[in-house]
T-cell receptor, first 110, second 113 residues
Framework: KNEVEQSPQNLTAQEGEFITINCSYS?????LHWLQQHPGGGIVSLFM???GKKKHGRLIATINIQEKHSSLHITASHPRDSAVYIC????????????FGTGTRLTIIP | KAGVTQTPRYLIKTRGQQVTLSCSPI?????VSWYQQTPGQGLQFLFE???????NKGNFPGRFSGRQFSNSRSEMNVSTLELGDSALYLC????????????FGPGTRLTVL
């Protein structure tokens, strides 16, 4: 079992829909990152959170430390949101390495 | 402010050769991390440097090595290349390791023939 699991693997939605991507982790963490990767490879860091909730524009990230679960929400989705979204857990012991989920490929249809 | 730059962007090598990839962090950032991304394994952590010291290392063989210079620029080296080393190699920089948002470079796509 991977230390970081994401669901769904693929998600197709209509423009304007509310999107939720889930991330579960099994290790103790100091922080949880959400990343966005567009075709061509460029990665943008969206959020880094260790508790509660963060919001940036139409994007919202939440984390429940007790349940070891985080969600990324996109409100009023737009075709330009089409990308791969990756969560990554920063271990809170040992080498503090980042362990990545396998990513969720999101496609927003106009 | 200029972003993270990586050179070269594309590289083709043959098995057995070695390769050196370079990463220049955002000005003022002292932490640089390297990652490998492949279709099969996804993103995997290689190593992390801060102030010229390697803080962390992922589960990669000793053929993978790196270093960081006093100006925070970093290089990673892969010796005795194997077909499985074909991947997108990404570096990311931040002010401090572990607790700070990372900014990613565009990556170097390495193809091993």
């Amino acid at each position: 079992k991977n230390e970081v699991e994401q669901s769904p693997q693929n998600l197709t939605a209509q423009e304007g829909e509310f999107i939720t991507i889930n991330c579960s982790y099994s290790v103790g963490i100091s922080a949880l990152h959400w990343l966005q990767q567009h075709p061509g490879g460029g990665i943008v860091s969206l959020f880094m959170l260790s508790s509660g909730k963060k919001k940036h524009g139409r994007l919202i990230a939440t984390i429940n430390i007790q349940e070891k679960h985080s969600s990324l929400h996109i409100t009023a989705s737009h075709p330009r949101d089409s990308a791969v979204y990756i969560c990554a857990a920063r271990s809170n012991f040992g080498n503090e390495k980042l362990t990545f989920g396998t990513g969720t490929r999101l496609t927003i249809i106009p | 402010k200029a972003g993270v730059t990586q050179t070269p962007r594309y590289l083709i090598k043959t098995r057995g050769q070695q390769v050196t990839l370079s990463c220049s962090p955002i000005s003022g950032h002292r932490s640089v991390s390297w990652y490998q991304q492949t279709p099969g394994q996804g993103l995997q952590f290689l190593f992390e440097y801060f102030s010229e010291t390697q803080r962390n290392k992922g589960n990669f063989p000793g053929r993978f090595s790196g270093r960081q210079f006093s100006n925070s620029r970093s290089e990673m080296n892969v010796s005795t290349l194997e077909l499985g080393d074909s991947a997108l190699y990404l570096c990311a920089s931040s002010f401090f390791p572990s607790t700070d948002t990372q900014y990613f470079g565009p990556g170097t796509r390495l193809t091993v023939l």
